[in-house]
Every structure is written in structure tokens, then in C-alpha cells.
């Protein structure tokens, strides 16, 4: 598994490309907001609602 520096480093990476190359910029946004819709966002709101429920209930489960 990778460590937290590396997917820092290649976050900060991508997001220094996005910001310099404006044709990627809007096209990464569109598919973003094409994938948000607020069917997919109550999916993922209730699927983290389920994992952290049962978290809570099994605090022995990590």
C-alpha cells in the first residue's frame, strides 16, 4: 500500500497539472459533475452511514 507521502505527492502533481492546463481542467470538472448526480451522492452518503455504523457498533473490527 502506498504511504500518505507518495499520494500527496501525486495529488499535489495532479493538481498543479489541472491548474496549468485549462482543456483537462474542464474536461476533469464536467466528468466530475456528470458523476455527482444526487442519486450517486445519497448512494455514497448512506454506504459511509452503514461503515461508520458499524464501526461504532464493533469498536474491535479495525
Same mark, same amino acid.
Given at each position: 500500500?502506498?504511504?500518505?507521502k507518495v499520494i500527496g505527492t501525486?495529488?499535489?502533481?495532479?493538481? !498543479?497539472?489541472?491548474?496549468?492546463?485549462? @482543456?483537462?481542467?474542464?474536461?476533469?470538472? =464536467?466528468?466530475? *459533475? /456528470?458523476? !455527482?448526480?444526487?442519486?450517486?451522492?445519497? @448512494?455514497?452518503?448512506?454506504?459511509?452511514? =452503514?461503515?461508520? *455504523? /458499524?464501526?461504532?457498533?464493533?469498536?474491535?473490527?479495525?
Amino acid at each position: 500500500m502506498p504511504s500518505n507521502k507518495v499520494i500527496g505527492t501525486v495529488v499535489i502533481g495532479a493538481a !498543479a497539472y489541472l491548474m496549468r492546463n485549462k @482543456k483537462t481542467r474542464e474536461k476533469t470538472m =464536467s466528468q466530475i *459533475k /456528470s458523476l !455527482a448526480t444526487p442519486e450517486t451522492i445519497d @448512494k455514497v452518503k448512506s454506504q459511509l452511514q =452503514s461503515i461508520t *455504523k /458499524s464501526k461504532t457498533s464493533n469498536p474491535s473490527a479495525h
